[in-house]
């Protein structure tokens, strides 16, 4: 945990301004909407000024969340009071936006990534925090405390309301893969029985996020698993995507997103690999289950990661990768 | 709701009793298995004797869990006290040891299903509950308030131990599809909560139930994908199995489950219907995702169910079948 300040001092520092603009980073998740739109929503509750800058289109898969405060006017607040990012801590994951960001008189910072030193002048960075949406969670109940000291006419407990309760239920949701992630704690389900008390309809979230799968991902997936492989005794599994086959799905390369995952959760796999032709070259992606360190083994190709979760690109055709991928896999064991 | 009596009522009755003889329905389930083994566990910490009584192996799938008090011996307790029916109000769903449940002094029944008048001499059935784990969970704090009373050595919050919360979660788990099904309460995710803090291994339950799935049952699933149709504009998918495809992907036809979902899941889709040839017949499994009702198409053929979730038998060859269930489901629309 890295902070220089804590959420109730980081409350009060929002409570006292006015014009709040809130970053996150590209390519946002269902964590750095839903706590941006939470976020950005209390803070017009308080009669704040307050937009969510972002520099490209919401992905399709999570538009059907909270995205009317979001914007891509630079110019929506000038000479504002307070620049906050949430679900991100470096400059690096938004460079389109961080002079904008700069120009806030003050910086604020609440995330749950395990990144450097600190980001902004006032920062929360939790990274034992499933989603950053449970940090907005806790802000929100300090915000609510403050506003409750405040004024006779806002009680406790009015800053949440159901498109609140949804954008961070949805957020948690997406970031513990449906409460399955070894990052779930009690504390997550706690939030997530409180948000549900708003009348959070989850059925509707949950076949949104989980049952409205591309007939051509289908598709290609099972054009996937079909040439799949599995090696060393069913520990390690192998596929792969080539242009080809997306033609003849009719589905294009994002279609294969989530492929990783299936070959990982075979029964007795240890080690999935998954290998994108992307022009000339072949993008590998690779999991480990339980023991394994798949980092090592994309450090030979020059590529990097986690110990579970890394990959590498290699500069060659596609049935040639597969061969130096399995013979790396196999060198690991 | 039907009940005759409180789970206090019932708490006070096992309190004291000695022999508990513990049931639950074929083909049992997490919830089934996950509810009977916690009783039965929290009974013998209370100086009980007492078993689970099946008639069959555990399930593969959920063998990983508490099976230790799971018994076939219908010896096993002669004369006994009580039988406790869980997850299962009703004869036909555990006809084989129909008679030894009889043969109890007193007969209790907790479950969730929404089945006929009532079962036993004292029952608490509760539909609104999405898993009957949430309601032993609640038995047995019933049960320990009542020790509580009445003795100075065990003070309330013994009973659950990490063994009975990793059954009761993997119970409410299953039952509630990771927590996606619309019978999900905040009271669920309280109880789970609750349970997270006797340590559950949730990474561990979760790979388990989700990411050891069979090669065969992704390879079969993906040829049954493969030859999956979208109809009416994309609002319907069908898809079919053969024993010809099952034996080109070395897989049996319990490997196809799960694939009804699939094919509900895709986007637009409304209606889904999978079959399944089985002998000189097809079995036909349907899907509705919100407005439709599939027990009606299913009664064309005679057939039956619930309004999103029916199925029918059509005594003849596929392809014949294939067309009469979309002639069908196009006149439903």
Same mark, same amino acid.
């Given at each position: 945990?890295?902070n220089?300040?804590?959420?109730?001092?980081?409350?009060?520092?929002?409570?006292?301004a006015?014009?709040?603009?809130?970053?996150?980073?590209?390519?946002?998740?269902?964590?750095?909407?839903?706590?941006?739109?939470?976020?950005?929503?209390?803070?017009r509750?308080m009669?704040?000024?307050?937009w969510?800058?972002?520099?490209?289109?919401? %992905?399709e898969?999570?538009?059907?969340?909270?995205?009317?405060? +979001?914007?891509?006017?630079?110019?929506?607040?000038?000479?504002?009071?307070?620049?906050?990012?949430?679900?991100?801590?470096?400059?690096?994951?938004? %460079?389109?936006?961080?002079?904008?960001?700069?120009?806030?008189?003050?910086?604020?910072?609440?995330?749950h990534? /395990?990144?450097?030193d600190?980001?902004?002048?006032?920062?929360?960075?939790? %990274?034992?925090? !499933? /989603?950053?949406c449970q940090?907005?969670?806790k802000?929100?109940?300090?915000?609510e405390a403050?506003v409750?000291?405040?004024?006779?006419?806002?009680?406790?407990?009015?800053?949440?309301?159901?498109t609140v309760?949804?954008?961070l239920?949805?957020?948690?949701?997406?970031?513990?893969?449906?409460?399955q992630?070894?990052?779930?704690?009690?504390?997550?389900h706690?939030? /997530?029985?409180?948000? =549900?008390?708003?009348? +959070?309809?989850?059925?509707?979230?949950?076949?949104?996020?989980?049952?409205?799968?591309?007939?051509?991902?289908?598709?290609?997936?099972? /054009?996937?698993?079909?040439? !799949?492989?599995?090696?060393?005794?069913?520990?390690v599994?192998?596929?792969? +995507?080539?242009?080809?086959?997306?033609?003849?799905?009719? !589905?294009?390369?994002?279609?294969?997103?989530?492929?990783?995952?299936?070959?990982?959760?075979?029964e007795?796999?240890?080690?999935? !690999?998954?290998?994108?032709?992307?022009?000339?070259? +072949?993008?590998?992606?690779m999991?480990?289950?339980?023991?394994?360190?798949?980092?090592?083994?994309?450090?030979?190709?020059?590529g990097?990661?986690?110990?579970?979760?890394a990959?590498?690109?290699?500069? =060659?055709?596609?049935?040639?990768?597969?061969?130096?991928?399995?013979?790396?896999?196999?060198?690991?064991?």
């Amino acid at each position: 945990m890295k902070n220089n300040a804590s959420l109730k001092e980081i409350a009060g520092i929002l409570k006292t301004a006015q014009t709040i603009l809130i970053f996150t980073h590209t390519n946002p998740d269902g964590d750095a909407l839903g706590s941006a739109a939470a976020l950005c929503r209390v803070l017009r509750k308080m009669g704040k000024t307050s937009w969510i800058l972002m520099d490209e289109e919401v %992905p399709e898969y999570i538009s059907f969340m909270d995205t009317e405060l +979001v914007t891509r006017d630079k110019d929506c607040l000038k000479e504002h009071d307070i620049s906050i990012c949430v679900d991100c801590g470096e400059y690096s994951r938004f %460079p389109a936006l961080a002079d904008k960001f700069d120009e806030g008189k003050l910086h604020l910072c609440v995330d749950h990534h /395990a990144t450097g030193d600190g980001f902004g002048d006032h920062y929360y960075i939790d %990274p034992s925090e !499933a /989603a950053t949406c449970q940090l907005i969670y806790k802000l929100i109940k300090e915000l609510e405390a403050e506003v409750a000291e405040s004024s006779e006419d806002v009680c406790e407990g009015t800053l949440i309301d159901l498109t609140v309760a949804e954008s961070l239920y949805t957020g948690i949701n997406t970031d513990t893969g449906s409460f399955q992630y070894s990052n779930t704690t009690a504390d997550t389900h706690a939030i /997530a029985a409180d948000l =549900m008390n708003y009348g +959070v309809d989850h059925t509707a979230i949950n076949v949104k996020l989980y049952q409205t799968i591309p007939m051509t991902k289908l598709k290609i997936q099972a /054009a996937i698993l079909q040439r !799949a492989e599995l090696l060393f005794g069913g520990k390690v599994a192998v596929g792969y +995507v080539t242009g080809q086959m997306l033609e003849e799905a009719g !589905a294009v390369l994002d279609d294969a997103e989530g492929t990783i995952d299936m070959l990982r959760n075979i029964e007795g796999v240890e080690i999935a !690999a998954f290998l994108k032709e992307k022009g000339e070259a +072949v993008k590998v992606s690779m999991r480990a289950k339980s023991f394994a360190n798949v980092a090592e083994i994309a450090s030979v190709f020059g590529g990097g990661g986690h110990v579970k979760a890394a990959g590498c690109t290699l500069e =060659m055709g596609m049935d040639e990768a597969l061969d130096a991928i399995k013979k790396a896999i196999g060198e690991h064991f």
